[in-house]
């Protein structure tokens, strides 16, 4: 089973989140945060010593990816295994208090909980120390395990694993999943420290961080170049996981996406510290499966699950974001962040846009002086739509069309000055004597040319139309050009109305 394609609005996708119900099958864990002041050091030992005086019990692990689908509007079964004992009923409580449905969860005699505790003096992790039985379950709890398994399968749109590694789903859990996808195919989406082992089950969706990736690959990540390493080994990713899509989570350089038979995409994240991103990654996984669940295609799903992940870092202790939080992210990020883009990041943030039905306009020039004229002109353009992107000749391309003695500004110094501009959402420097490159990117609704024109004059025009734009002259105010300035600073000559 395929992600189902779609060009879908991400927004119209979380609308329809709350209408899916849910499986996530794995390891639950107690996540604790321990936090207080630290003044003083021991004097039994070298160490400091932490007032507590704040203590947080949470679900962690696949209890934690159940609160995020919980928490966006699905409907969540949690089937795992916790044990009898203190901690086991700490996490029982902790879903209970978050409306998770813990009736599908066996609590098995004998059985240490999973749990992880961390002690917090202000904001900075001083320690974590794990606790919990991390081995198989006993023989008769891993049949009722199966058994309950069949049962729910069945009834639900998603099924998300998610694996710690910790003895739960072992080979005959993977067998049934493989058996029960075959039999009722729901949107599998995998998060596992060893992807690899899910080989057979045909997943939809495969979630593996940079570690993970390692793992499937067989081989270190380098500390640089983990993005393109990650796109270069599309192939042997998606063989060795056998999932139609990779979703690699890369932490500070963001993610990629990668679909059998499409180019890589990249996805772009805001850098977080480590210890404010506990929990990121099951945000993520929750948005990606549910957005594919709720038909939308790869892209859209991984901007979304970006977006969710987005919303949790940076905040203390693992946390869920809502359906609401969602929208505000997906709202922020489609203004496009950023203004001056290169033109990898230019086409995600346009498709963005697109997503939201906003026209788009282009237009370019060398914009050297920023004068009257020129904000007159680009206010002008911007009314004819939604967001005005503006090309900009690099310092080579402007030499090769105005002369040696052009430009009288570099094009850092150029596009910051345009970028203070509210008409202009975003600027882009090319480095060919045309814009075409800017136009095979984003594609405009229409293309803006000021000055003298006519559209037979101009060498993007063919292309512009190629494409189905529309293109628009407009005039520049008289006598407000750069190259009129320029004369005139330097002692004459006649005004030029062209930039």
């Known amino acids: 089973m395929t992600p189902v394609q779609s060009s879908m609005n991400p927004f119209d996708v979380v609308e329809r989140l709350s209408e899916l119900s849910v499986l996530v099958l794995g390891e639950p864990i107690l996540d604790g945060w321990l936090s207080g ?89 001083l320690l974590r120390y794990d606790e919990g039985d991390a081995g198989a379950l006993p023989a008769a709890a891993e049949q009722e395990f199966l058994d309950r398994l069949a049962r729910i399968y069945p009834l639900v749109d998603v099924v998300v694993v998610s694996d710690y590694d910790c003895g739960l789903l072992g080979p005959r859990v993977r067998s049934a999943v493989a058996r029960l996808q075959r039999q009722c195919p729901a949107v599998l989406v995998v998060d596992a420290r060893d992807p690899g082992r899910w080989r057979e089950v045909g997943a939809v969706a495969v979630k593996p961080n940079a570690g993970e990736v390692a793992r499937l690959l067989g081989r270190a990540l380098p500390t640089d170049g983990r993005v393109e390493t990650v796109e270069a080994a599309a192939a042997e990713l998606l063989e060795r996981s056998g999932a139609e899509l990779v979703a690699a989570t890369l932490d500070v350089d963001g993610g990629v996406l990668l679909e059998r038979g499409r180019p890589a995409y990249r996805l772009w994240a805001r850098p977080t510290a480590a210890s404010q991103a506990a929990g990121a ?22 901007e979304i699950a970006t977006a969710a992940a987005g919303v949790v870092c940076g905040r203390a202790a693992t946390v869920a974001g809502s359906a609401d939080e969602l929208r505000a992210a997906l709202l922020q990020g489609a203004a496009g962040g950023d203004v001056v883009l290169d033109l990898n990041r230019l086409g995600a943030v346009v498709r963005a846009h697109r997503l939201r039905g906003r026209r788009v306009i282009v237009t370019n020039g060398v914009f050297d002086v920023l004068h009257r004229g020129h904000v007159t002109y680009l206010n002008q353009a911007k009314a004819l739509g939604d967001v005005l992107v503006v090309g900009l000749n690099s310092d080579d391309s402007v ?101």
């Open 399 to 499: 030499r090769r069309l105005k002369g040696s003695d052009r430009p009288l500004n570099p094009s850092e110094d150029r596009a910051a000055v345009l970028s203070g501009l509210s008409c202009v959402d975003h600027v882009v420097v090319f480095e060919g004597d045309t814009s075409v490159d800017v136009l095979d990117v984003v594609r405009p609704d229409v293309y803006v040319k000021g000055g003298d024109y006519t559209a037979e004059m101009l060498p993007e025009a063919p292309h512009v139309e190629s494409i189905g734009g529309e293109i628009v002259i407009l005039p520049y105010l008289e006598d407000r050009s750069t190259t009129g300035l320029v004369r005139r600073i330097r002692g004459g000559g006649t005004v030029d109305t062209h930039s």
């Open 37 to 125: 002041s630290s003044l003083r050091l021991s004097r039994e030992a070298p160490v400091q010593v932490v007032d507590i005086d704040d203590t947080q019990l949470l679900p962690g692990g696949a209890a934690n990816t159940a609160v995020n689908l919980a928490s966006l509007g699905a409907e969540v079964r949690l089937l795992g295994a916790v044990g009898d004992d203190a901690d086991g009923a700490l996490l029982l409580a902790a879903l209970r208090d978050r409306r998770i449905r813990n009736d599908d969860l066996l609590v098995v005699p004998g059985r240490r909980t999973l749990a992880k505790r961390r002690v917090l003096a202000g904001e900075q992790m």
């Open 281 to 302: 990654g099951d945000s993520f996984t929750a948005a990606l499966a549910l957005a594919l669940g709720a038909g939308a295609d790869a892209v859209v799903a991984g």
